[in-house]
């Protein structure tokens, strides 16, 4: 059901798995974001007990370490990150908590893509690259290896439990691409404050376009929602996710003078917490591509 939202959520707000407490005989795993916990949970089966350090309504660009976590590293005995200098506070934490863990990088490997300069705060590469599901193989790949490598003994287990998930991103993936296939092409385009979407745009053909002058981390004014709205006639786009706008009836103006429809919520970096729309990373990523598709098709 398309609903027009007055107000869309901040996509790193949404929430994250809570951490777990230790069992013993088990690989001890720390995340440092939802996503990634997922992704270990999903190759580690019961053989790891996995905790994640960017909890519920934190967003991992800007997050605070806390005692705690430093706790939870020095007891890890694999620490996985994002990489692509996404976590800029995870260094001082690792050097903080004395940690022996191996640390493994999920986006090793991947071609990353030039960020946008869009007030996130993080370096020259764009470090969403989760959002390709191609990309997510190669973050897979690198966590069974890293948990291979941090026991030995598990090696059948996390092949396997790689293998069959891989194949299930194999799935996703065509699932994405028939469903971008079937918006008409003109109509591939959207509006939308948080540029996390940059992998998923250059993988699999749609076009996310910045508001003119809004900043990501300020919220947007009636004139900033002029601009929006010359923006949309000028380049007939279609659909419009727009955050940050501090008056949810400036979200119904720009439909209501455009035409164009209002997005729902798009999760980007963090999951929701279990029970939501996005409590794994392909349920996440067929949440988006639903919305995606309600707001762009005829
Ligand atoms: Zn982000």
């Known amino acids: 059901m398309f609903t027009r939202r007055t107000l869309v959520a901040s996509l790193c707000a949404a ?3 809570p951490a777990r407490a230790q069992a013993p005989g088990k690989l001890r795993v720390v995340a440092s974001f939802s996503i990634l916990g997922d992704f270990v949970r999903e190759v580690s089966g019961a053989r790891a007990d996995v905790a994640v350090l960017v909890g519920p309504g934190a967003d991992a660009h800007v997050y605070s370490a806390t005692p705690a976590d430093a706790k939870a590293l020095a007891a890890a005995q694999v620490v996985v990150v994002n990489g692509l200098k996404f976590e800029g506070w995870m260094d001082r ?23 946008q300069d869009d007030g996130h705060g993080h370096g020259d590469s764009d470090p969403h690259a989760w959002q390709s599901i191609a990309n ?20 059948g287990d996390y092949e396997a439990n790689a293998a069959a998930y891989l194949a299930k991103l194999d799935a996703l993936e065509a699932e994405t691409k028939a469903a971008v296939a079937a918006i008409p092409p003109a109509r591939r385009k959207i509006i939308t404050s948080h540029d996390a979407f940059g992998y998923f745009a250059a993988a699999y053909g749609l076009t996310f376009i910045a ?14 929602v002029a601009r929006i709205i010359r923006q949309i006639r000028r380049d007939k786009i279609p659909a419009v996710f727009v955050e940050n706008l501090s008056d ?12 164009a429809r209002l997005g729902g919520d798009l999760y980007s970096d963090q999951l929701s917490p279990p ?24």
């Open 136 to 155: 997510a193989r190669i973050y897979v790949a690198n966590i069974r290896d890293g948990l291979v490598a941090a026991d030995p003994p598990g090696r």
């Open 248 to 259: 949810p009836r400036l979200a119904q103006r720009i439909a209501a003078e455009t035409g």
């Open 93 to 115: 934490l690792v050097s903080a908590s004395k940690t022996r863990a191996r640390i493994v990088v999920a986006a090793k490997g991947v071609k990353p893509l030039q960020a």
């Open 15 to 17: 929430a994250a798995l």
């Open 275 to 298: 029970d939501g729309p996005a409590g794994t990373y392909i349920d996440m990523v067929r949440h988006n591509i639903r919305e995606l598709t309600k707001a762009l098709a005829d």
């Open 211 to 224: 508001p003119q002058g809004v900043s990501t981390s300020a919220a947007a004014s009636a004139q900033d």
